[in-house]
Structure formats: structure tokens, C-alpha cells
Nanobody
């Protein structure tokens, strides 16, 4: 059973930066694809970014491409989401997700059986 704990959320002004962390425990972290999703109030959960476990391929939603960077440190069992040039529309609860191996579609939340509790990000204008 994989357990995920996010941290690093908070309040930031537009144009600022934040780094989210997701610490994983359980089976070998290095074999898991890791993803970040977010959900704004009144909106559906949406894909943000993902990183595969094997060759380190990364995938991003168009809305964050060029501003967000997903990375992982397998030695620390941690995945990060570095967010820059934040916009008010980035305000959401951000969730870390994991699955063993490679999903057929990285952006589909149902492909990830393990989820963290979420961390709130608020971007003020």
C-alpha cells in the first residue's frame, strides 16, 4: 500500500513561485509513475503533470507547460512540483497521485489508485 503526503502549499501573489512536495511510503517508489492533479472550487479535478518511473518522461497540461516542472528524487521517495509565474487561476487543492508502472494515459486520474490528501494553493491577484 502506497501512502502519499503532500506539503508546500500556501498563499502566494500572482507571478510568484511555490514548490510542492509529495513524500511516498510503501513499496519501492522508483517503480511508480507519479502525477499531480488539482481541483479548484466548483470544478472537476484536472491533470497537471506526471513523470514516469523508468525513463523519466514528463507530461504537462497545456495550462502549466513552461511554468511548472515535475521532478522526483527516488532516493528520498519524493516527487516535487515546482510552480513558477503563478496565476490566480492556478488556485486549487493540489493532489499527488501514484500508480505502479506506466499508465495508458498519464492525464487520466482513474489510472492512479493512490492519492494524497491534498495541499491548498492560493494565488492572489
Amino acid at each position: 500500500q502506497v501512502q502519499l503526503v503532500e506539503s508546500g502549499g500556501g498563499l502566494v501573489q500572482a507571478g510568484g513561485s511555490l514548490r510542492l512536495s509529495c513524500a511516498a511510503s510503501g513499496p519501492p517508489f522508483s517503480s511508480y509513475t507519479m502525477g499531480w492533479f488539482r481541483q479548484a472550487p466548483g470544478s472537476e479535478r484536472e491533470f497537471v503533470a506526471a513523470r514516469s518511473w523508468n525513463v523519466g518522461s514528463t507530461y504537462y497540461a497545456d495550462s502549466v507547460k513552461g511554468r511548472f516542472t515535475i521532478s522526483r528524487d527516488n532516493a528520498k521517495n519524493t516527487v516535487y512540483l515546482q510552480m513558477a509565474s503563478l496565476k490566480p487561476e492556478d488556485t486549487a487543492v493540489y493532489y499527488c497521485a501514484a500508480r505502479y508502472g506506466i499508465p495508458t494515459t498519464y492525464s487520466q486520474g482513474h489510472q492512479y489508485p493512490y492519492w494524497g490528501q491534498g495541499t491548498q494553493v492560493i494565488v492572489s491577484s
